[in-house]
């Protein structure tokens, strides 16, 4: 069982950085690859970003690739989403989720377990 807890979401303007955080619960962190996921009001959920159990392999959506950057640290449980350059159309709410020894799936089917996400808005 993993439990996820997303933070670091808030309000900024385009051009802007925010940094999100998601803490997982439980001793086996470094088995699960980790993605981030978003979901923009009347809008299906989109894949943005995932990271590899080992952390040698990483994905992201077109849309993302150059101003976002996953990464891990297993020691602190945590898996991370930089986020710059941010667009207001970079406005979701964003989710990660865990994958047991998955290889940076896009795929949400693929996911496990999943957090509450945490609410990015970028004004214009």
């Known amino acids: 069982q993993v439990q996820l807890v997303e933070s670091g979401g808030g309000l900024v303007q385009a051009g802007g950085s925010l940094r999100l955080s998601c803490a997982a619960s439980?001793?086996?962190?470094?088995?699960?690859?980790m993605g981030w996921f978003r979901q923009a009001p009347g809008k299906e959920r989109e894949f943005v970003a995932a990271?590899?159990?080992?952390?040698?392999?990483?994905a992201y959506a077109d849309s993302v690739k150059g101003r976002f950057t996953i990464s891990r640290d297993n020691a602190g449980n945590t898996v991370f989403l930089q986020m710059n350059s941010l667009k207001p159309e970079d406005t979701a709410v964003y989710h990660c989720?865990?994958?047991?020894?998955?290889?940076?799936?896009?795929?949400?089917?693929?996911?496990?377990?999943w957090g509450q996400g945490t609410q990015v808005t970028v004004s214009s």
């Open positions: 439980g001793r086996t962190f470094s088995e699960y690859a």
């Open positions: 990271i590899s159990w080992s952390g040698v392999r990483t």
């Open positions: 989720a865990a994958d047991h020894f998955g290889g940076a799936d896009k795929w949400p089917e693929r996911y496990d377990y």
